[in-house]
Nanobody, 119 residues
Framework: QVQLVESGGGLVQAGGSLRLSCTAS????????MGWYRQAPGKQREFVAT???????DYADSVKGRFTISGDNAKNTVYLQMNSLKPEDTAVYYC?????????????WGQGTQVTVSS
């Protein structure tokens, strides 16, 4: 079993900052990538940012220059520093893990953490 534990969501005013964290545990042989997706009410889940095992990062255009993803390989943890938050960033943020175990590629999702940005 693989578990993803997220923390750091909350309520913040527009222009403020939040830092999300996600720690993976369980039967994981090799992490391929960890990242974040979000889902706003009435919308589909969308990509936010991802950090590959090579330390290369990728971001959605809507968050470039405002969000920074980083990781701690020793702790199987990924962080999302969110600055200059906007009301349109309001969503449930889900941690995403892609890993190789038993020669297969697996994907796991966290339960989500709510981020609310007030105007």
């Amino acid at each position: 079993q693989v578990q993803l534990v997220e923390s750091g969501g909350g309520l913040v005013q527009a222009g403020g900052s939040l830092r999300l964290s996600c720690t993976a545990s369980g039967r994981i042989f090799s992490i391929n990538a960890m990242g974040w997706y979000r889902q706003a009410p009435g919308k589909q889940r969308e990509f936010v940012a991802t950090l590959a095992s090579s330390d290369s990062a990728d971001y959605a255009d809507s968050v470039k220059g405002r969000f920074t993803i980083s990781g701690d390989n020793a702790k199987n943890t990924v962080y999302l520093q969110m600055n200059s938050l906007k009301p349109e960033d309001t969503a449930v943020y889900y941690c995403h893990l892609r890993h190789y175990t038993d020669y297969k590629l697996y994907e796991n999702w966290g339960q989500g953490t709510q981020v609310t940005v007030s105007s």
